[in-house]
């Protein structure tokens, strides 16, 4: 047979198989489908009568479809079964056809995070760019994908206005001159409590104490004339370091104190910069900030009582925060010309095509070239024909380039170059953009075929901080840990410190299996814990010293240990005065099993008639017997129930305390709000969608050792996105499935996933 002959036949048999292919598809949907997802009835607002090429134009219905079946999630119970053999083929064809869509992923913008450290590398400069830059999008928990990094105007002249703000600052025409100015209980200012009319702010002494109300929390603003109200104002941009002495009274804990941007007379519009923890005994404290001209310094006790819940005035009988001087020097200099005017200008007699050449080259790590470098060159031309000062035009090159798709993008090709690459690293591990050695090994070759030694060597390095900090944030949510509560009316011991340490138990507990190569397992369930002294004392173990994480291992019997047993977890997924099941078991599906959480489509018109209902569980369970959400439920209340033994703040119960809030009550001429608490029985125990029944911590975490493999490389998964700045596909799966596989022999240690992720052939494409 000729060659063209075969290659038609060939083709032919494929076209052939391929049409045999979506038949035996359709006729499975026919068969097990379309009577819920047809012509008349669209469950879900999923509709799948129809030919399986035209399906394939959604991929996310696709996805979502191979999931359900993958899981045997659908067909439902009550539907007649297909045997495996046949959902097993319609998998694998859907799966074909998804892997022949090819990828089409979305350019990927610097966040916020991303560009404050950028500029702390680049320039020296340690500056907190929230209040210029908008937030990003998060999708799916992460802000790095591209997908959701749209460009609106109102960005746009965010990013200029940025741009012009660092050109004119880390570019000055004239050292700047440095000056202290000290301050004491004559020019303090504090909060009134005028939401409550009780307790409140107030000198004593030599010392201005605060006591700690909301919600306009207590704060210390100071004035530079005793006589006037008029706030302390920064004169310019800057370096500045605050000595304040200050002390806690009344507390065997210490306290928190927060330094804030903002009017002290309007604490609404705080933003909090700092926080200090101040440990009992400590008299003083020492820090650095970098602020802008404008800026208002504000510092707020974070120790306070809730809103609107206190309306007998009285006086203050529990914690404060003593004031006793706070100290402000800058703008501090400890170079001139500093660090950044001379990375920026290294010749001062640089033409107008070197300027850009070389600042182009120093932003992005890539040559200019083409129109895009003639545009910047010719605008350097003119003003320096126009007579313009070369600060001017230096400042002018720098904020072009700064507000230039060059640098506010990540540039990707299909297949990275080796500078690409660089920047996918450094941007996964670091925050930031790569150093030169980072730069040297991507460009000789070696990054590309042994990235493993630089993969270890930025491991080692402090910016690799960043990484834990930024991905721990996002992945576990810690930020929210104190969005509720605790009501101190009905947890009167949990103290801010305590709150405190908590939000950081998820960061220091990665940090630690990342920097020793332990197993990712113990994110499921472990033998030891990371505490410090106040966590140590709230989950009644030996006593830790100091403020810093340490592992204590835990004693037999213990049920702490991985993350869902950690406070911060339990009080993340609470409110103020309950638990919430379903929080607790979508955050497990979500941020451990890495499953996508949604309601369906329709969950608005079928609410569950919950009417008679007395308890959580009763709704809940109503909630079940709908088809529609069903499917989620099933797998989510088991898991949350289960924790149901640990209350809003993470220490064990035995029964719900159930808060009402009564009616304010007038007592005299005071106004108070009163709590009514009642006990009610837990009954924890369901069963998962397996048939397992979990009913306690102890059995939680045996259904969820059951599933470590899931578990490992839905973690892997969320490493695996974070590291490429998008979310993971159904094509993605089988990259995740050889990344577990790799690291199967070194005990599913978190080092060994990062290493495996970066030397995986996926890392190199877009």
Known sequence: MTRPASALLLAVWLATSALLADSKVEQFFARHCVGCHGAEQQNGNVRLDMPVRNLVVDVELLESVVTVLRAGEMPPKSASAPDARSVGEVVRVLQEQLGSQGSNHSLKRVTRSEYTNTMHDLFGIAFDFEGLLPPEHVERGFDKFGDVHLMSPSQVMAYLKTARFIAEHVLPGVKPESKTWEFDVRHFHGSKNFATGGGGDYSDGDDYVLTGFRPYRSNLHFSIDPERHDQFVIPEFGVYRLDVKARSENSKEGEVVGINIGDGRYPTSFRLVQRIALPHGSNSFTTRLTLKAGDQLAFTFDSARVPGRSLVKHSHTGPAMRFTQVRVTGPLTDQWPTVAMERLVPNSKMKPSQLVDHIGMFLTQRPLVGEDRKVFVNMAREQQKAGTSSLAITRSVLTALLTSPHFIYKSESSELTPVERAHRLSYFLWNSVPDVELLNSAKSGTLAATPSVQVERMLKDPKVARFIDDFTRQWLELEKVDDFGPDVRVFKDVRRMTVDSMGREGRELFHYLLEYGMSMENFIDSDFVMVNDRLARFYGLAAVDGDSFVPVQLPVGSERGGLV??????????????????????????????????????????????????????????????????????????????????????????????????????????????????????????????????????????????????????????????????????????????????????????????????????????
């Open 565 to 766: 047993a950690q406070a911060g977890f339990l009080k993340l997924t609470s409110l103020d005065f309950t638990t919430s099941p379903i929080h607790r078991g979508s955050w497990i599906l979500k941020n451990l099993y890495n499953e996508r959480i949604e309601p369906p489509a329709d969950v608005l018109i079928n609410e569950p008639d919950i009417r008679g209902t007395t308890t959580v569980r009763e709704a809940i369970l109503k909630h079940q017997q709908l088809q529609s959400c069903s499917r989620c439920h099933s797998k989510i209340d088991p898991l949350g129930f289960a924790l149901e033994y640990y209350d809003p703040v993470g220490r064990k119960r035995n029964v719900y305390r159930h808060v009402e809030e009564l009616p304010i009550q007038q007592k005299g001429t005071s106004f108070t709000k009163e709590l009514r608490i009642t006990s009610v029985p837990i009954n924890a125990a369901m069963k998962l969608p397996n048939g397992r029944e979990v009913r306690d911590m102890t059995t939680l975490k045996t259904a969820l050792m059951a599933d470590k493999d899931q578990i490992i490389k839905g973690i892997i998964g969320k490493l695996f996105s974070y590291a490429h700045g998008r979310e993971i596909t159904l094509r993605d799966r089988p990259d995740i499935d050889a990344i577990f596989v790799s690291i199967t022999e070194e005990g599913f240690s978190l080092r060994a996933a990062i290493h495996a992720i970066v030397a995986h052939p996926s890392f190199g494409r877009r």
